[in-house]
């Protein structure tokens, strides 16, 4: 089973893992994700909840996602999960 590998400035290889979910019960709503991704990835969800409502992330566009992992290196509630892509 093969990997997507990218290449860094000193030529040494990685493997970029993208955005795969975001768990909706740890999340808080906070949009620090929403705020440092710059590719448009990530949109708000809005579930009422007993007269109330509860905002969350939600994946809008994955096929968006550049897996700098950014989202989940600001949640500070870790709720995002990442993985590689096959070739």
């Keep these: 089973m093969a990997?997507?590998?990218g290449l860094r400035r000193n030529k040494?290889?990685?493997t970029p893992?993208?955005?795969k979910a975001i768990d909706e019960e740890t999340?808080?709503?906070c949009a620090r994700c929403y705020k440092v991704c710059a590719h448009g990835?990530?949109?708000f969800e809005e579930v009422d909840e007993d007269d109330s409502a509860?905002?969350?992330m939600r994946v809008a566009n994955p096929?968006?996602?550049i897996g700098?992992?950014?989202c989940g290196r600001t949640c500070s509630k870790k709720c995002f999960s990442f993985e590689p892509v096959l070739a």
Excluded: H, P, R
């Design 27 to 29: 999340c808080i709503g």
């Design 3 to 5: 990997y997507i590998t």
């Design 12 to 14: 040494t290889e990685y």
């Design 63 to 65: 096929d968006n996602c």
């Design 68 to 70: 700098c992992q950014a």
């Design 41 to 43: 990835v990530l949109a």
């Design 54 to 56: 509860k905002m969350f």
């Design 17 to 19: 893992e993208f955005i």
